[in-house]
């Protein structure tokens, strides 16, 4: 069962992607944020991400509906429509749910696994976000995320260090060398 907060965040991403539905493929970016406030786990990201695609789908489902029924075919009213063209506008018809379907939510699910990725590299930025829309910060991993350096900068940190105390001696032993009454 999904938590509650995955639910929120998908839901989120479902209106941000619904919200850009004019731009192409929103769907990645309603993905993406769904997948950055769910957290830095890419698997999470990738089920909110597809959640909120399904989510979004109901909306575009329901306004191609519509759009459908103005437009209509006139299928109900010809009296002796063939049943071959019947079946065919409905395979037809069937093809294209599916089509936007996959779309809205393999994209959805992309953008999730993606803003779980972004998540992880940018915790502080992620934990700042949270924050500012309400959602509780609480958890060990965003505090350790935020308090201790990632092992690639204290190691070049470290490094650092250790290349000035080789210049600085590299200096002392120039100078040495160049002065003879030393």
Same mark, same amino acid.
């Given at each position: 069962?999904?938590? @509650?907060?995955?639910? #929120?965040n998908? +839901?989120?991403g479902?209106?941000?992607?619904v ?8 769907? #990645?970016?309603?993905?993406?944020v ?20 399904? #989510? ?8 191609? +509906? ?10 109900? +009213?010809?009296?002796?429509a063939?049943?071959v063209?019947?079946? +065919?506008?409905l ?19 992309l ?9 992880n590299e940018y ?8 924050e ?12 350790r995320?935020?308090? #201790? ?19 600085e @001696? ?7 060398d160049r002065?003879? @009454?030393?």
């Amino acid at each position: 069962m999904a938590r @509650n907060r995955t639910v #929120i965040n998908a +839901f989120i991403g479902a209106v941000i992607g619904v919200v850009l539905s004019f731009i192409p493929l929103s769907p #990645i970016i309603g993905g993406v944020v769904a997948g950055f406030l769910e957290g830095p786990d890419e698997r999470a990201g990738t089920k909110v991400g597809a959640l909120a695609g399904a #989510i979004a789908f109901f909306p575009v489902a329901f306004v191609g +509906f519509i759009m459908l029924g103005f437009l209509g075919f006139g299928l109900g +009213f010809v009296g002796g429509a063939p049943a071959v063209g019947v079946f +065919f506008l409905l395979l037809v018809i069937v093809s294209m749910i599916l089509f936007f379907l996959l779309y809205t939510v393999g994209l959805s699910a992309l953008g999730g696994y993606l803003g779980a990725y972004l998540a992880n590299e940018y915790p502080t930025k992620q934990r700042r976000t949270r924050e500012t829309i309400g959602f509780e910060t609480t958890s060990d991993r965003s505090v350790r995320a935020t308090d #201790i350096a990632p092992i690639r900068d204290r190691d070049s940190d470290r490094d650092r260090d250790r290349d000035q105390d080789l210049e600085e @001696n590299r200096g002392v032993d120039s100078d040495s060398d160049r002065d003879p @009454n030393r």
